[in-house]
């Protein structure tokens, strides 16, 4: 489905599954032309290392769900090593990042002593609201279940906020991302004692992670790290910093550069993309991007590319783009000076119209505001607008 999303930006998407077996991959069927398919199986193929035993030869071959599943299936029984997964980002191609199976399962044991580790009651059940396919999701929902003795995985993505605490129960351990828990706290009163959660994709504000402690969240994991590097830090309070976790260190008098450290001796440096404020040799907190991306729902968007769209609007003089302030939505608002010819009436209505096709949805301004300068403060610096 997410492939299929990037092929049809804007269009409608697949049919939620799960889909039965004999369910045919064309336009009968999950609605997948001949193209669409290819690229399905060239994404799926990246993504477990088909081609590595040759079983990519076969998808194009077979014309069902299910024996896409068996060819799989067999393809992993031989060549299981490698992972890749892709950025998620809404300008230019996704980033392939690739990961050793081995070194995924060294952080999932990792996990699996910080949520069972010193004395705390086990875990009963995973309930995900975030997709496998992606690497915290992988990492949540296919290893931590297996390395914690095969826990059942309940996917929640379609159960409403409001209803899903009456599906929870003590022992569970809810996967999620952070627009996913800011709603939760906002609309459930109160939550079943014994759930804990885990939240990562994005930094989860404090305020949030305070409103579900409130609402009886018995712990909040919150996971640092990224496609390429997967889990780097965590921290379980709000507004405690940073710790790494075991098998990373931080080199002397580096502010940005980490080495991770593989059970196989092997010892790799990542460049991270966050500016990183430290507190000892294992604690940090993170100050935020160094490229000036800003997340919105688990995505990757550069206001900066946003506000250069808006500029080729004919009336459009000057623009700023911001996300808008924890209270409102985590999503883009921008501010439009108009140029004197516009006519500003329904403007905004019209720029909104302009952007859908040149804008992916999480990159699209949610809220508009006209002025005949941009808002700056005493300093002569850009200032935030209501």
């Not at 996917?155 to 129960?169: F, K």
Request: net charge neutral; charged share 20%.
């Amino acid at each position: 489905m997410d492939e299929t999303s990037y092929l049809r930006p804007g269009a409608a998407a697949l049919s939620a599954g799960p889909w039965p077996l004999e369910t045919p991959l064309n336009e009968d069927g999950l609605g997948l032309d001949s193209l669409e398919r290819m690229s399905v199986a060239a994404a799926l193929s990246q993504t477990l290392h088909l081609h590595e035993s040759s079983a990519d030869e076969l998808l194009t071959a077979h014309a069902t769900f299910g024996d896409w599943l068996r060819i799989t299936g067999q393809a992993l029984a031989q060549v299981d090593a490698r992972l890749t997964f892709r950025t998620s980002g809404s300008s230019g191609q996704p980033k392939p990042c690739t990961h050793t199976l081995a070194d995924l399962q060294q952080e999932t044991r990792f996990l699996a002593r910080l949520f069972t580790g010193a004395h705390r009651k086990p875990l009963r059940r995973v309930l995900t609201a975030v997709p496998a396919h992606h690497i915290y999701g992988f990492l949540f929902t296919v290893l931590l279940p297996v390395e914690l003795g095969h826990l059942p995985v309940q996917d929640v993505r379609r159960v409403t906020v409001n209803d899903l605490p009456r599906r929870m129960a003590a022992g569970d351990l809810l996967v999620s991302h952070p627009a996913h828990w800011a709603l939760l706290a906002r609309h459930a009163s109160a939550l079943p004692a014994g759930v804990i959660g885990t939240t990562s994709t994005a930094p989860c504000p404090d305020e949030t992670a305070q409103a579900l402690t409130r609402c009886g969240l018995q712990r909040l994991v919150q996971v640092y790290g990224s496609s390429e590097t997967a889990g780097i830090a965590w921290r379980d309070a709000p507004a405690a910093h940073y710790e790494l976790m075991a098998h990373w260190t931080r080199p002397d008098n580096q502010a940005h550069d980490l080495l991770r450290h593989s059970d196989a001796g092997d010892t790799r440096a990542f460049a991270l993309q966050d500016a990183l404020k430290w507190h000892g040799p294992r604690h940090f907190n993170v100050m935020g991007r160094l490229d000036q991306a800003v997340q919105v729902g688990g995505i990757n968007v550069f206001p900066s590319r946003v506000r250069d769209v808006l500029l080729q609007h004919p009336e459009v003089a000057d623009a700023a783009v911001r996300l808008m302030a924890l209270q409102d939505s985590a999503r883009l608002k921008a501010f439009v000076v108009p140029r004197p010819e516009a006519d500003i009436t329904d403007l905004t209505q019209r720029l909104d119209t302009w952007l859908a096709p040149r804008l992916s949805a999480a990159e699209r301004p949610r809220a508009f505001a006209l002025g005949s300068e941009l808002p700056r403060n005493a300093q002569g610096k850009l200032a935030d607008w209501v």
